[in-house]
């Protein structure tokens, strides 16, 4: 079974330059999840999409953070403008439901550096 | 407001030895706790889920503690190994199902 496919793995960017990450779940995945690690700390929630509707973006930077999943597979999370404490990893990770109960499994990251 | 706290100073233990790492939270009511092993420049990887009302599960050399009343969860790796050595990460399921992750602790097994 495939895993969530990630990419870019890694970019350099300069800040108030964007970013797209992009993201493929697990085949058959209804819950999609994007988190944010920066180094040394645990993985930070930013959203999490249940299909193509958002169930919880509580922990999005809404004014330069954005994230969609069209069609309720893929999904991309964008950054503009990007600022020097946003580098970090984004990981994207997916599961079966939102149940409380239920495994996650994330993708190998996308290393984002703001310089 | 809710924390989950793990210790943030690397456990330094010998092959063979049983490594034991501790999570404890505050303000959550938790129905799971989860464990997950994280090598560098990867993604987390799940290896443990216990409910609360389980007081313990174990998988092969790993074992999970759960005790509600102290807030706490003990995760043991017995017969510890290099290949082991790694971060280990809790994690809660809060409000919302919104499952919230510990900073995680780094475990070096040497020879």
């Known amino acids: 079974e495939a895993g969530v496919a990630q990419s870019p793995r890694y970019k350099i960017i300069e800040k108030r330059q964007s970013v797209a990450f992009w993201c493929n779940p697990i085949?058959?995945?209804?819950?999609l999840y994007w988190y944010q690690q920066i180094l040394g700390q645990g993985p930070k929630l930013l959203i999490q999409f249940q299909n193509n509707g958002v169930v919880d973006d509580s922990q999005l930077p809404k004014d330069r953070f954005s994230a969609e999943r069209l069609k309720g597979v893929d999904s991309t999370l964008k950054i503009q403008p990007a600022k020097l404490e946003d580098s970090a990893v984004y990981l994207c990770?997916?599961?079966?439901?939102?149940?409380?109960?239920?495994?996650?499994?994330f993708g190998e990251g996308s290393w984002l550096t703001v310089v | 407001s809710q924390k989950i706290e793990q210790n943030s100073e690397a456990l330094n233990i010998q092959e063979g030895k049983t490594a034991t790492l501790t999570c404890n939270y505050t303000?959550?009511?938790?129905?799971?706790l989860q464990w997950y092993r994280q090598d560098p420049g990867r993604g987390p990887v799940f290896l443990l889920l216990?409910?609360?009302?389980?007081k313990e599960k174990r998988k092969e050399r790993l074992k999970v503690t759960f005790d509600t009343t102290l807030k706490q969860s003990l995760f043991h790796i017995t017969a510890s190994q290099p290949a082991d050595s790694a971060t280990y990460l809790c994690a809660l399921t809060g409000t919302a199902s919104k499952l919230t992750f510990g900073t995680g602790t780094r475990l070096q097994v040497t020879l």
């Open positions: 085949s058959g995945h209804a819950t």
């Open positions: 216990i409910r609360e009302n389980e």
């Open positions: 303000n959550y009511s938790p129905a799971y």
């Open positions: 990770a997916s599961s079966t439901s939102t149940g409380s109960g239920n495994t996650i499994y």
